[in-house]
C-alpha cells in the first residue's frame, strides 16, 4: 500500500472529512484533496502531523510497512 492509500484510509477509519484534516495541516480542501490524489507532494512536516495525529509511526503511513506502531513518544 502506497503513503496516498494511507491517508486516504486513515482518514476514512476515523469518518473524517477532507476538509477537516485540511483544517489541521492548514490547507485547503483542494490541497488536501490533490495531496490524497498524488497530484501534489505532501511536505514531510505535513506528514509528520498526520502520523501524529492519526498516531502511527512514519513507516506505517508512508507504506513502508504494515506493522501499525504507535507514533514515538520523545
Not at 19 to 44: C, F, M, N, W
Amino acid at each position: 500500500m502506497n503513503y496516498l492509500e494511507r491517508i486516504r484510509g486513515l482518514r476514512n477509519d476515523r469518518d473524517l472529512s477532507q476538509k477537516t484534516v485540511a483544517e489541521l495541516l492548514h490547507v485547503g480542501q483542494k490541497t488536501y484533496s490533490d495531496y490524497e490524489k498524488g497530484k501534489t507532494r505532501i511536505p514531510l512536516d505535513s506528514m509528520i502531523i498526520l502520523a501524529r495525529f492519526y498516531d502511527v509511526d512514519m513507516n506505517y503511513i508512508c507504506g513502508v510497512s504494515n506493522e501499525r506502531r504507535k507514533f514515538p513518544q520523545k
